[in-house]
């Protein structure tokens, strides 16, 4: 019986059969898209579409990118074990959407940019490039290995399949449409999987309210549990989740990941002109409030089944991951193809994710490593570059899921790290664009400053984590457990010399303060200090004296959508080539001219 706990069936033929029809379509996109445009096979078509995407597919790829199966897994976990507080992320993407397209987006897109890690050069100096681009391929590398580990642990443990053959087959198919089609390949199948995902998520709740009686029962279960709690105005930034946290932590979070993300600029600088990468911005934010209120929605029929058979409880599945893959089996087992149907919406999230991040790492690779090196590659060998390092950089992709399964725990404290990088990042950003006293020596103290600061928090936390009183658990229940299973037996005897303590007993004085900062906090924690030590130390060290900065190095009051409509202006078609445009490496008058002006920039600001 349904929500009684026990063994639930496997897959299914035609599981399947909808699983791997799904793989095979998305490899067929990177097919098309690479006979589509063998003819225009230059480096700024395989890295960039040509600058020719429009605003609703670039949208549904920028909320695919980073929706992985981690969040389609995850994200119905947090509302059954915590309540819908999640859902005030709803705050932090609208923020973070103007942010990015009132701000970002404009400054990248008049500097005609591949990799975001150029402006560093620009404003600051190459050394300072080189860190930036580096920190975002170490973290990306790690964070995409775990991203194909952490969702195929969770349905192998369940739907039985291969956890091996299903890592390397992720790994292989992305690495096909990335090496043969290139952005465009990754943007579309993108498309396809966003959808894939939420119809994973429609079917899953269709069902449980059929089951439960309704959506008004699912609702009226969720308000009787004390899941529908969502605003929590207490100021402890110390608290998982608040109102505060969310709302204030999490739009920094989101800019963090948005504005500098190499995955994300390299889609909105892809759009043929600048109304449609803003564009792509806002109606990627209704995509990321739709997806996480499905998710939120989800999560609560997952509690309507299980409020009194919590299938943790019981031992069913051993982690909150396997929750929504216990329940798509056990409540959908009886209709063949939909089990499949919820698989290949949480890989879907997974191949995004993955091809989002192979292409990025490509591109920041090739411009900011090999480029500066070697000035004189044909397009013809940049393209050969780009779908070799496609093929490089999924392998290690791969590879890194092998180690995250070696990893344990430590996988919690990998996908923080990811988080960590992107705040001290974010402030060495807004240094350069929003401060012209700030040199490189303050650029580079103030990342180092924010970056070891916010590591020494995060990994405190991974090792004395926050206790219940800060991450506020919902009480559940095995009342109705028909099918208990037994409890595990412990992992010693109990003659063992170990002797087991309290963490009260172990903690040290930081652990239940520093610590325990919420992780959502990290980000502005990062920033701020970023910024501010930076400040302090480019004044001490001559910043206030620089002069001669290049203009479109900062954000202009014209930017910004508000002050459009006061002025006439033109908006700029990525088809129009203006002078001092960075080329992708084909040499020519006006990338020399842009590099030697930029060369003059850094000298100047270095003095």
């Known amino acids: 019986m349904v929500g009684t706990g026990g063994p639930v069936a496997t897959f299914s033929v035609w599981d399947y059969v909808v699983f791997f029809g799904t793989i095979v379509v998305a490899a067929g996109i990177g097919l098309f898209q690479a006979i589509r445009s063998r003819k225009e096979n230059s480096p700024e078509e395989y890295l960039l579409g040509g600058r020719q995407m429009t605003a609703i597919p670039v949208a549904m790829s920028l909320t695919a990118s980073f929706m992985s199966g981690v969040t389609v897994i995850g994200t119905p976990a947090e509302a059954y074990r915590f309540g819908t507080a999640f859902w005030l992320f709803g705050f932090a993407y609208a923020i973070m959407s103007v942010i990015t397209a009132e701000i970002f987006v404009p400054l990248f897109y008049r500097l005609r940019i591949t990799s975001a890690y150029e402006y560093l050069e620009m404003r600051f100096s190459r050394p300072i490039r080189i860190i930036g681009t580096s920190m975002y391929i170490t973290q990306t590398a790690l964070y995409t290995g775990l991203v194909i580990y952490a969702p195929a642990l969770a349905l192998n443990q369940i739907t039985g399949l291969d956890l091996w053959g299903v890592l390397v087959a992720t790994g292989v198919v992305c690495i096909i449409y990335c090496t043969l089609g290139g952005l465009k390949a990754v943007i579309w199948t993108d498309v396809l999987q966003l959808v894939i995902m939420l119809v994973g998520f429609v079917a899953v709740i269709a069902r449980g309210a059929v089951l439960q009686g309704g959506l008004d029962k699912i609702w ?59 564009m792509s911005l806002y109606v990627n934010m209704v995509g990321l409030c739709v997806t996480v209120s499905l ?62 991040s192979i292409n990025a790492l490509v591109a920041v690779t090739v411009e900011d490593f090999i480029f500066p090196v070697f000035k004189n590659l044909t397009a013809r060998q940049v393209t050969w570059m780009n779908m070799g390092l496609s093929v490089f950089f999924g392998a290690v992709c791969i590879g890194m899921a092998g180690v995250a399964s070696m990893m344990g725990s430590v996988l919690q404290a990998a996908l923080s790290i990811f988080g960590m990088i992107s705040g001290p990042l974010l402030g060495l950003y807004l240094l350069g664009i929003c401060f ?172």
């Open 220 to 278: 009226e279960d969720a308000h009787n549990g004390g899941r529908l709690e969502t605003f929590d105005f207490d100021p402890d930034p110390l608290k998982r989740h608040t109102f505060w946290s969310i709302v204030i932590g999490g739009s920094i979070m989101w800019v963090s990941i948005y504005s500098i993300n190499q995955s994300q600029v390299q889609r909105y600088i892809s759009c043929k002109t600048l109304g449609h990468a803003k």
């Open 295 to 356: 998710a939120m929605v989800t999560g609560l029929t997952m509690y309507s089944v299980y409020k009194n058979c919590d299938p943790i409880s019981n031992n069913d599945v051993d982690t909150a991951d396997q929750l929504l893959p216990y329940l798509v089996m056990d409540i959908l087992a009886d209709y063949p193809g939909i089990p499949g149907l919820f698989v290949a919406a949480a890989y879907s999230g997974t191949l995004s994710t993955v091809s989002s």
């Open 436 to 607: 012209r006293t700030t040199n490189s020596i303050g650029g580079f103290v103030g990342l180092m400053t924010g970056l070891v600061l916010t590591l020494w928090v995060g990994i405190g936390a991974q090792l004395y984590p926050p206790t219940a009183d800060k991450t506020n658990p919902l009480p559940l229940s095995t009342a109705n457990c028909t099918n208990k299973l037994p409890q595990p037996s412990p992992t010693f005897p109990s003659t063992s010399p170990i002797t087991l303590t309290t963490l009260a007993d172990v903690r040290p004085p930081l652990a239940d303060g520093w610590y325990s900062l919420s992780y959502l906090y990290l980000s502005v924690l990062a920033t701020l200090v970023t910024v501010v030590s930076g400040l302090l130390v480019s004044m001490i060290t001559g910043g206030c004296k620089q002069d001669k900065l290049n203009s479109n190095l900062f954000i202009r009051r014209s930017d910004f959508l508000c002050f459009n409509f006061c002025t006439e202006s033109k908006e700029v078609d990525m088809t129009e080539k203006p002078a001092g445009d960075v080329d992708l490496g084909v040499n020519n008058s006006a990338y020399k001219d842009f590099e030697v002006e930029m060369k003059n920039v850094v000298h100047t600001t270095m003095l």
